[in-house]
């Protein structure tokens, strides 16, 4: 591959020969120090009175139109697709002021603006219109989110160019923005809207800027959002399904690579630059850590560690970007050896004596080849698929479906091609059933002859390709024996195991709709009540400072069906407390009695312990319940975005002994994954 000599790849220098230092580019020594935390978000800037007094007597106008346009029955379906469009500007101005987050006099100057256009939209909705939708440059935008209801902001590039009368499809192209401590979704719009454009300007391309519910890396909800904010683009604007392109810097870089590595077969190509790609290497080498992780995290690492996944990368072309004297060019560099272990040459393209930004040279040759990419777009049915997946949450590669695993956590592999018009060869490991998937028009084989799948050296005859080219066929192993299945029990209705969508860990449950469900009777134990209201406290709190929505709350006593149906159900209390999981207490794998918790042969006192857990609901089989557990990263986790990683497995007890504080709900003296078949497992060998 030839390059220009401003931007051939080469070896950097060692640390201490480039001059530079842990201390000199780490987020800070004091950030290492677990029980001396900072805000995050910090405070906000002091708001006048009378300043205060005037945008909120602006938002109580904005209010009042929002809940008529919520009432008005002419035009109500138009109106519901659209209302998050202005309930964004209304809230990122609501939430900067109740919770003290407006961090500069600028945003402070732009409320009014943002209350305006709200209004301005208000007016518009009640006539049945969205002008806003038809607009080009920059426009804010904004989506109601599944996870929990609320109205969460993106923005859109619209090219001049384009015609929102024609029939042509456009590409598309995600930017995934750098961390930012202060990025509100006051600060966020503000950025949208008067900013001078993103980093990239891709020809003849929408520039979507995912909010990614704040600063994490794109990674749990933030992961949902990118899905959610193209689903609600796509509405309005024809994005070509075969030219959308992940691409982002620094942190923006980082979820760039989870994208890649976890949806290779959704993108037409992948962009990456500086951030970080795994946990360990980046903490010890960026942030100088000292890593003491217990099992299960180190385990669960294994979900956002991109480098793990690496394999997938043969999936989509890829091109990373880093500075030739940015520290995080480490991340870069990682993947660039994970790809050569499994084979593949990573191209990685240099910014010469170039810090943490884009080089403009640089980022030119990289312009040129996404653009060649963009002319061929994407493969849809390569004729080989090669696919790496740990957990079922991520069981699609291309036409290839994952669909039961060895045991979630471990590698679990599969590599497909399509050999002849009528034969496929497979070969898998650690995956026990699985199905080849194809829709319509996609199947290349020839729907006259009867398929042969030979999978793992077993020649299996299969129902021929109907005639519209769709197919779909899946394979089970049993006793060490693969057969042709028609796939009953892997979906919903089957028997209780691990799988797509339910397959753990707790963090799970904040990926898809929820409900918090507060207990209103009273604890077996006084020191269980006193930690379970303030750790339901925390989680709401939490889930608002850190993924920007307001938690779905509920008294057990008001659950209803439809509850049950639409939610994963997050369970505060014990048994004695919270009624509905009185009703499950004896369909859960850990038994939770008033005076013992028994978890196998294991046994803890009820009087200073507590279960926290995720599991099947037996109320509703298709929907996770979880006891007493928000997302389990904490205050300490958020200082630096690579720390943000699950810290508890699918159960766990918790030692109320010992204080809840910045890293953990409290002592752990047992935790673990339940098994395939969503059973409790032994204690892993120490």
């Not at 307001?550 to 049950?564: G, L, P, Q």
């Amino acid at each position: 591959m030839s390059r220009s000599p401003q931007i051939c790849r080469f070896l950097v220098a060692p640390l201490l020969g480039l001059g530079l230092s842990l201390s000199a580019w780490a987020d800070g020594p004091t950030d290492n120090l677990p029980d001396q935390v900072r805000p995050i978000p910090p405070e906000g800037i002091e708001v006048p009175k009378e300043t205060e007094a005037a945008l909120r007597e602006e938002l109580a106008k904005l209010g009042a139109e929002l809940e008529a346009l919520g009432k008005q029955t002419e035009h109500a379906d138009f109106i519901a697709n659209y209302l998050a469009d202005v309930e964004v500007c209304h809230r990122a101005v609501r939430d900067a002021l109740d919770y003290d987050e407006v961090f500069s006099e600028a945003e402070l100057t732009w409320a009014p603006d943002l209350i305006r256009i709200g209004r301005e939209r208000a007016a518009s909705l009640k006539e049945g219109m969205a002008p806003w939708t038809r607009e080009t440059g920059k426009v804010i935008r904004g989506y109601r989110s599944r996870i929990d209801g609320s109205a969460q902001p993106y923005g859109l590039e619209i090219p001049e160019s384009y015609d929102f009368d024609g029939r042509q499809p456009i590409r598309l192209d995600f930017w995934f923005h750098g961390r930012g401590e202060k990025l509100s979704e006051l600060a966020f719009l503000r950025q949208r809207a008067l900013g001078q454009g993103g980093k990239i300007q891709p020809d003849n391309a929408i520039v979507l800027h995912p909010y990614g519910r704040y600063s994490n890396a794109n990674k749990f909800a933030g992961e949902e959002d990118l899905f959610e904010a193209l689903a609600h683009a796509e509405r309005d604007y024809r994005i070509d399904d075969d030219r959308i392109f992940v691409r982002g810097f620094s942190m923006g870089g980082a979820a760039c690579w989870q994208f890649a590595v976890h949806y290779a077969g959704r993108w037409a190509g992948a962009q990456p630059g500086a951030g970080f790609s795994e946990t360990p290497d980046f903490l010890r080498t960026f942030q100088g850590e000292t890593l003491n992780p217990t099992w299960w995290e180190e385990k669960l690492w294994r979900w956002y560690d991109a480098t793990n996944w690496a394999l997938n990368l043969s999936n989509m072309p890829t091109i990373t970007y880093s500075g030739e004297i940015d520290r995080q060019k480490q991340a870069a560099d990682m993947m660039e050896a994970a790809a050569e272990k499994v084979g593949l040459r990573l191209v990685h393209l240099i910014g010469p004596d170039t810090a943490h930004k884009l080089h403009p040279v640089t980022l030119e040759e990289i312009e040129d080849r996404l653009g060649s990419i963009a002319d061929s777009g994407r493969n849809r049915v390569p004729r080989t698929v090669r696919f790496i997946t740990y957990t079922l949450r991520y069981d699609r590669m291309h036409w290839v479906r994952a669909d039961r695993l060895v045991r979630h956590w471990e590698p679990s592999t599969i590599e497909a091609t399509w050999t002849e018009p009528d034969r496929f060869e497979v070969s898998t490991k650690g995956v026990t059933a699985f199905s080849l998937v194809f829709a319509a028009g996609d199947c290349p084989l020839d729907p006259a002859l009867e398929p042969v799948v030979v999978v793992d050296g077993e020649a299996l005859k299969t129902p021929r390709v109907w005639t519209d080219r769709s197919w779909e066929v899946s394979f089970e192993k049993s006793e060490n024996q693969w057969k042709v299945t028609d796939g009953v029990g892997v979906g919903s209705g089957g028997p209780l195991v691990k799988r797509h969508d339910l397959q753990g860990p707790i963090d799970d449950a904040f990926t898809d709709s929820f409900l918090m469900v507060a207990p209103t009777g009273e604890t077996s134990n006084p020191r269980v009540k006193d930690w379970v209201e303030a750790e339901m406290d925390h989680a709401i709190v939490h889930w608002r400072k850190q993924f920007r929505g307001h938690a779905r709350v509920k008294k057990d006593s008001e659950i209803t069906e439809a509850d049950i149906a639409q939610h994963n159900l997050v369970l505060w209390g014990d048994p004695a407390s919270n009624q509905v999981l009185a009703k499950i207490a004896d369909q859960l794998p850990i038994r939770w009695g008033r005076e013992t918790i028994q978890v196998g042969e294991q046994s803890f006192s009820s009087a200073d312990h507590a279960v926290a857990l995720i599991y099947p609901n037996p109320l509703n089989p298709d929907r996770y319940v979880v006891l007493n557990s928000g997302f389990t990263y904490r205050e300490y986790d958020y200082l630096n975005n690579a720390r943000q990683t699950p810290k508890l497995p699918d159960w766990a007890v918790i030692d109320l002994r010992e204080p809840a504080g910045f890293r953990f709900p409290g002592g752990i003296p047992t935790a673990g994954f339940f098994g395939e078949e969503w059973e409790l497992l032994p204690p892993p060998e120490k």
